[in-house]
């Protein structure tokens, strides 16, 4: 299956009927997170360093600090700035790094090409396009970071550390979010037995939900929606009741005049709260990363007219309603569950539960997302990645990933057990997050929107200032909880980083020891071997010359396909490759040899074919390929040298406007065309379909001048097809040169070997059929 975007671009250009559902859908998958945060704010921030008292200028002051937070940063950061810093239509913090890829020439991929930079959506921008001229400082800022290399690794460094906090983030927001749902059961039962009832419910409700991640949450997405606009009317009601009931003047509270009260009373104290306001905002990060799925109109909209208010309004009420009670009966009495209506409680409860394991499944989504991306930029291990859905967008499941997450959200409800060291945890890691996102914004400013430097430094020291004070405050708890985020980070971080420096050595090794062109077409039409009869394709991370592993292979079994093909499957930093720009198809060497380059080009949000279907497209490219090839005579000078001149953009079969059919046909022999051939290849068994077969039909133009060879090297790779596909995988042991560092030593025979053996190889990921592959294993000495 291959979801491509152009779809989703073109849903977000149409009527505001569309764009109103996609913000009431929005509300389930961007909201979650950030809708269920009053559940735990105030009992967080008065969990110990401030208390409640008959002054009411603590609670007036954690209000205000409340308001202007999430104004500034949601409505004003996220809502009217970050959200236009979109990646062709997707966001979140490889987004932006993809965007700054590709306007600084910086780039972690050792693959890229000139013919890359031609993409569509490379050259598109929703904000300022590269053509535009760039300022004094622009120019010399790009020149800088193009120029110096460790600028870059600080960069893709920043990139990583962004990325690790949001894993980290989805293994606490699951936890504290159930674990303060089902908090409400304490005001039903004593203190003695509703910790025996807390702790197991929260962790059944936990294991459910990973449990369930494969069946895919477009099963019951649907109900994300309602459950979080129920939700919202809840405690927006409850807040409305609270206000008029409790404290109409509460309003007050909003001016930042309280703030400065509450500071110059608590000093110190105060300061240190913070890490428990900063909960407000959890969640806010989601509505930039989850921008692919919807769109900004519609973000916005969803936020400004419902999620605002309705936040604004249940905090306001659970102050209104704390503000006239002062008497603390007992530690939780600070709670959410505590200023809802008694009669209310238990279906508040359900409701709670329901939008926790909503807002859950949210940032568990995102979590598998972002990991998918760092691994098609080679930044992570490469890992099974199950698409749950064939129509829906980004609803894939990681099944490592989903049992490292449970057992990490377990550990950590069961060593914690108490929402303050949750929060202390996950304010941390939400911090930073915001922070990589301020950094990376300026740049962006910078570099890709061609303003000032003045609007970006305007723009970090004013956001930069906020979430510093945040993060001051939540780094000072690092014993009480904060050390969890922390290490979590520094696992992941040290893992992507040492999978990316291996990948790098041995992409350096491929290229340094690649055989060239020459010696290959240097044996003759036969290579000085055997060619049999079948389809070869050499899966290869170079874009260009011949890989060790082929003359390895032809040196120790002398026979190979009559038709060869040197496979590269590569990433773009663009999210979505569009499939009329697939494929990169060439020829090696003369129209005798048979001997093709395909590169095939996905984008960091794209989905991979199953083997079948990408099987298809392959032969459909290289036949588009030797038509169009003769159709315009571009063979009229053919070189011995290196062919990535000679690439020629070729798309995926559905693409064709003329010359290729892609479609299954009853298995009945009608009379054959004039000027057609044809390749027939078996389609997966079935059941009910069991004498279908997948007819791929070539149209060759009607010029006797090029009809005979050109027939003939198209039936030639029919005859290849039909004799069998056969794939061989490079499969590389790498160990350091003698003489390397310790550090060197330990990254590659230690840690790359490590991940290597204990995560998916190249065949797994092609998803190529086990019973056609062939592995070569070569030893790399880097």
């Not at 570099?447 to 003045?454: D, R, Y």
């Not at 290729?660 to 389609?683: A, F, L, N, V």
Request: proline share 4%; glycine share 8%.
């Amino acid at each position: 299956m291959e979801i491509e975007s152009g779809s989703y671009q073109n849903a977000k250009k149409e009527s505001w009927r569309t764009v109103l559902t996609l913000a009431y859908q929005s509300l389930g998958v961007v909201y979650g997170d950030l809708s269920i945060s009053p559940l735990y704010v105030y009992k967080s921030t008065f969990a110990e360093d401030i208390h409640h008292s008959e002054s009411n200028e603590e609670i007036f002051g954690v209000l205000s600090f409340i308001f202007w937070t999430i104004t500034l940063v949601p409505l004003l950061k996220y809502v009217f700035i970050v959200l236009r810093a979109d990646d062709n239509g997707e966001g979140g913090t490889f987004a932006l790094y993809s965007l700054l890829c590709r306007h600084a020439r910086v780039n972690s991929l050792p693959s890229c090409q000139l013919a890359d930079e031609q993409l569509i959506e490379y050259k598109t921008d929703s904000i300022g396009s590269s053509s535009m001229p760039q300022s004094g400082f622009a120019a010399s800022l790009k020149s800088t970071l193009e120029k110096h290399g460790v600028l870059q690794k600080i960069l893709l460094v920043l990139a990583l550390i962004g990325t690790c906090m949001v894993i980290g983030d989805g293994v606490l927001t699951p936890a504290i979010s159930v674990f303060s749902a089902v908090s409400g059961v304490e005001l039903s039962m004593s203190k003695e037995h509703h910790k025996y009832i807390e702790l197991p419910a929260a962790c059944v409700i936990l294991i459910g939900l990973f449990a369930l991640q494969h069946y895919g949450t477009h099963r019951v997405g649907f109900l994300f929606a309602p459950v979080i606009l129920l939700w919202l009317m809840c405690i927006s009601a409850i807040g409305v009741y609270n206000i008029f009931h409790w404290n109409p003047h509460v309003y007050q509270a909003l001016s930042p005049y309280y703030m400065y009260k509450f500071l110059k009373k608590t000093q110190s104290r105060g300061w240190m709260s913070l890490g428990g306001i900063l909960l407000c905002i959890t969640g806010s990060e989601a509505m930039f990363a989850d921008l692919g799925h919807f769109s900004q109109l519609s973000i916005k909209i969803a936020f400004t007219s419902l999620v605002y208010p309705s936040l604004i309004l249940a905090y306001m009420g659970q102050a209104a309603y704390l503000s006239q009670h002062h008497i603390i009966e007992s530690e939780y009495n600070i709670g959410f569950y505590v200023s809802v209506p008694e009669k209310l409680r238990w279906p508040v409860l359900v409701i709670a539960i329901l939008a926790a394991v909503v807002g859950s499944q949210a940032i568990i989504t995102g979590t598998f997302s972002i990991i998918k991306q760092c691994s098609a930029l080679g930044c992570f291990p490469k890992v099974k990645i199950v698409h749950t859905s064939s129509k829906i967008h980004g609803q894939i499941y990681i099944p490592e990933i989903n049992w490292i997450l449970m057992v990490l959200c377990l550990a950590v409800t069961i060593g914690f057990r108490d929402t303050k060291r949750l929060g202390n945890a996950s304010g941390l890691a939400v911090i930073t997050v915001m922070l990589v996102t301020t950094c990376l914004m300026s740049l962006v400013i910078v570099l890709c929107w061609h303003k000032s430097v003045i609007f970006a430094i305007a723009f970090v020291v004013f956001f930069g200032t906020i979430e510093s004070l945040y993060f001051s405050a939540s780094l000072i708890k690092f014993l009480e909880g904060a050390w969890v985020p922390i290490a979590l980070a520094f696992c992941f971080l040290l893992a992507m980083c040492t999978w990316h420096y291996g990948t790098l050595k041995r992409y350096e090794y491929d290229v340094q020891n690649k055989v060239s062109v020459n010696w290959l077409l240097s044996l003759g039409q036969t290579l000085g071997i055997a060619r049999v009869r079948g389809l070869g394709l050499i899966h290869t991370e170079l874009v260009s010359g011949v890989p060790a592993i082929f003359s390895h292979f032809v040196t120790n079994l002398p026979a190979f396909h009559q038709v060869l093909v040197f496979l590269c499957v590569k990433s773009v930093p663009v999210p979505h490759v569009r499939p009329q720009e697939r494929f990169l198809v060439g020829r090696i060497g003369p129209k005798e040899f048979r001997i093709y380059r395909c590169i095939v080009r996905f984008g960091y949000r794209d989905v991979h074919k199953d083997d079948f279907e990408f099987e298809g497209d392959l032969v459909c490219s290289i036949a588009e390929f030797i038509r169009t090839e003769a159709a315009t005579a571009a063979t009229a000078a053919e070189t011995n040298g290196e062919d990535d001149d000679r690439m020629s953009v070729v798309g995926t079969c559905s693409t064709y406007m003329q010359g290729i059919e892609d479609h299954y046909e009853s298995d009945i022999d009608d009379p054959d065309k004039p000027g057609t051939s044809e390749i027939r290849s078996p389609k997966p068994k079935k059941k009910s379909k069991s004498k279908v077969k997948k007819r791929v039909r070539f149209v060759v133009p009607e010029t006797p001048k090029i009809e005979k060879e050109t027939r003939q090297e198209l039936m030639e790779l029919t005859e290849a097809r039909e004799g069998g596909v056969a794939y061989i995988m490079g499969n590389a042991y790498m160990k350091a040169k003698p003489g390397s560092g310790l550090l060197k030593r330990l990254a590659i025979n230690i840690g790359y070997e490590f991940l290597r053996r204990n995560t998916r190889g190249p065949r797994n990921m092609l998803t190529s059929p086990h019973a056609s592959t062939l592995e070569v294993g070569m030893i790399y000495n880097v």
